[in-house]
């Protein structure tokens, strides 16, 4: 890739006078309720509101333990950073009145969306929430929540409770997520015109506003819920519920926020990849325009895809598994506390919630070792941006290990076992080491430095099906590693736990559990920086449309198109991370949902024999779900695409001076299309995934019940869940990694590379970066979000099968 200093120093040269892009794009200005509602309080009024809030959050936390104190602490503080992230920001300045259009109208196509899109979710979860009240106030309760005298009507309103609360907290940070892109995009293009660094640099900070509001809203929506019901249950006191059952009661959370994760990730994934499926098939493909031209008709709606896809998507879907892996925590945390006898078991409870503040304290350090200007160590005429965002995630994970060492120490060590604590901060090693072989697995098959990616472009050189076969085997042969490396975190986690001296009173080990429990919590230590990394690539993708839409010069389009190309393979790499996360954040749901079932019958419930026909058969329709799920996502994507396809020849036949840029596209009306059919398309894939392990649990508890089989109901749910977690991390790492392949294929062959942009190899690598766009922004996202779902809901829903 030829590039001069032009690139890393963008130089304003004279470029030939074109038409800058079709004025008045804009339709509308919109500003969210709450915000209006805070700009007409007075300055006074707000800051007494926002002391009683902190006042009363901290009262109730020192009510419960000084851990949660400190929890609450550490959020608040990364919140105040996350404002002045933000401030830092929208300081910059936002560039030339043809890219403050674009992105104005950008704004407005994802924030229309999103409106409309969580207005839609927030009916559905409303009806949910009365589904589950229902349900719930007609089930068992376990022994000891009636020796506790929690009644079925208080256990159904705790749980309902939690559910709207984790659907909120997840509609949040889904917007924080889109908030902030939408605004820091435009910035990154002017920046762009300055520096290669400051662009980076922007783009990085902006991506961190995002992840710290987001972890920090997933730790303290948590902490409060739990400080909230020990001190209204009287939680330890003589007569009341026992501590260790009390994590059970937040189960509803978890599921709130993966139900919300799960349609965000479909409705986001069907616009964006409708919408860039589209426009890149006429505009690229039939037309022979470059991406981004404003001339094509479908630009506005693939930029605001970027954003309610990439951006809110991503931020509901990693709040929902870092809440799904903090409960999950908990409750295995609390079984074992209880198993072992431990005198003070608060410190395993909450051991979730204090490495997670400190992931919010690291990552802070990591994102702000990020400098607008370059390292004077290098040399070379161009800074590789991977290399300075992977500097800065190596710092964030030696200061991972190092506060995850000092939190087992603090919270995890007792008397019974002097040395436990030392096996479990290996086990959150196993789990660091873990993420970081994840970012470079997925770095490796999807980055064009290295011999995959290149060896797929040259399949492009002799043509589409040669491509296409290329891609598949590569999303094939990618799912051997992680595979094999999550196979062994879980069992070396396992072992650690298992020898660390913890036992029952029949002298049983007990800690392997809570030993992979901790590998995860690992894993999950860097979740703010990794999410900033993910930010990063839809805004950088959004600055190059920009650039592009406005005609800037070749050598700002240069800049914005290696910081996208990076872009690509930190939303890969990431997205590999989240599956990583997700296999062990299932391993621990599907073992949380094995205790809660003993709870629940009151029989020891620890293993699953799939040679039962009616077991064997959950494994099979678990299997079948994820397949099934799989081509509903990517045929609503198509079904998408066709709609936008047609709109946009239309259009060019209709007004052939678009191409002279005489007449102006009618972008609103392909916004509008993909939209529509989003809202749509969501719907049934949806349905499936919600309805599918209710009514197969429903089903196999009446035989059950008609066989002799008191638990057949619980057992083949188990065995769905199970398969479903297996073949789901294997589809989605086939379809991630395949789909970030092939799209920075095709960016490879755009440096110029076996002919460059335009060339019979291009056009190929075209057409496989139209084929893998729904395998990794639509069905391969979904899928890992649909397994952690499966197994929340297995858990809100675990009376039901018995």
Known sequence: MMMDEDVEQASLMSFNDRPRAFPNMRSKTYSPLIFRILRKLNVRVLSIILLFCFGAIFYIGASTSPIIVFV??????????????TKWVLAKDEGPPEMVEISDAIRDGAEGFFRTQYSTISKMAILLAFVILCIYLFRSLTPQQEAAGLGRAMSAYITVAAFLLGALCSGIAGY???????RANVRVSSAARRSAREALQIAVRAGGFSALVVVGMAVIGIAILYSTFYVWLGVDSPGSMNVTDLPLLLVGYGFGASFVALFAQLGGGIYTKGADVGADLVGKVEQGIPEDDPRNPAVIADLVGDNVGDCAARGADLFESIAAE???AMILGGTMAKKCKIEDPSGFILFPLVVHSFDLIISSIGILSIKG????????????PMAVLQKG????????VLTFGASTRWLLYTEQAPSAWFNFALCGLVGIITAYIFVWISKY????????????ALASSTGHGTNIIAGVSLGLESTALPVLTISVAIISAYWLGNTSGLVDENGIPTGGLFGTAVATMGMLSTAAYVLTMDMFGPIADNAGGIVEMSQQPESVRE????LDAVGNTTKATTKGFAIGSAALASFLLFSAYMDEVSAFANVSFKEVDIAIPEVFVGGLLGSMLIFLFSAWACAAVGRTA??????????FIERPGIMEYKEKPDYSRCVAIVASAALREMIKPGALAIASPIVVGLVFRILGYYTGQPLLGAKVVASMLMFATVCGILMALFLNTAGGAWDNAKKYIETGALGGKGSEAHKAAVTGDTVGDPFKDTAGPSIHVLIKMLATITLVMAPVFL
């Open 373 to 384: 200007t370059r390292d004077a160590s290098v040399k070379s005429p161009v800074e590789d």
């Open 72 to 85: 609450f602490t550490v959020c608040i503080i990364s919140f105040l950073l996350s404002i002045y992230l």
């Open 642 to 651: 066709q709609e936008v396809v047609n709109e946009v020849r239309r259009q």
């Open 393 to 400: 995630y190596s710092l964030t994970i030696i200061l991972a």
């Open 559 to 562: 800049i914005t198109d290696l």
């Open 445 to 456: 098959y999807t980055d064009y430095k290295h011999e995959p990616v290149r060896t797929l």
């Open 176 to 182: 924080v997520g889109m908030w902030v892109s939408v």
């Open 326 to 328: 903090i409960i999950s």
